[in-house]
């Protein structure tokens, strides 16, 4: 059975940095593309970031620059490294293969970015 369970998330100040963790289970890393979403209050879930089986980083155009995403194999983790964060930020995130509509979704970490 396919699980994400996602954690740590916080409340940081503005220009902040942190650091989620995906731990997966039921799908092999290095076959998956896996991908970081958000969803802020009001409005819909966002792709934010992905990474390909082989490791190839894509991100939207307003997390460039300050997101990172990368993956253990190994592990079956996927990260995601947030720096100078900014309010706007602030939302649950989840992890998820985009490839993977019938997967559930886990309960997500709350990030939330004080001004």
């Known amino acids: 059975q396919v699980q994400f369970v996602e954690s740590g998330g916080a409340l940081v100040h503005s220009g902040g940095s942190l650091r989620l963790s995906c731990v997966v289970s039921?799908?092999?890393?290095?076959?998956?593309?896996m991908a970081w979403y958000r969803q802020a209050p009001g409005k819909e879930r966002e792709w934010v970031a992905a990474i390909s089986g082989l490791g190839n980083p894509n991100y939207i155009a307003p997390v460039k620059g300050r997101f990172t995403i990368s993956k253990t194999n190994a592990k079956n983790t996927v990260y995601l490294q947030m720096n100078s964060l900014k309010p706007e930020d602030t939302a649950v995130y989840y992890c998820?293969?985009?490839?993977?509509?019938?997967?559930?979704w886990g309960q997500g970490t709350q990030v939330t970015v004080s001004s």
């Open positions: 998820h293969g985009p490839g993977r509509p019938n997967d559930a």
């Open positions: 039921g799908i092999i890393l290095s076959d998956t593309p």
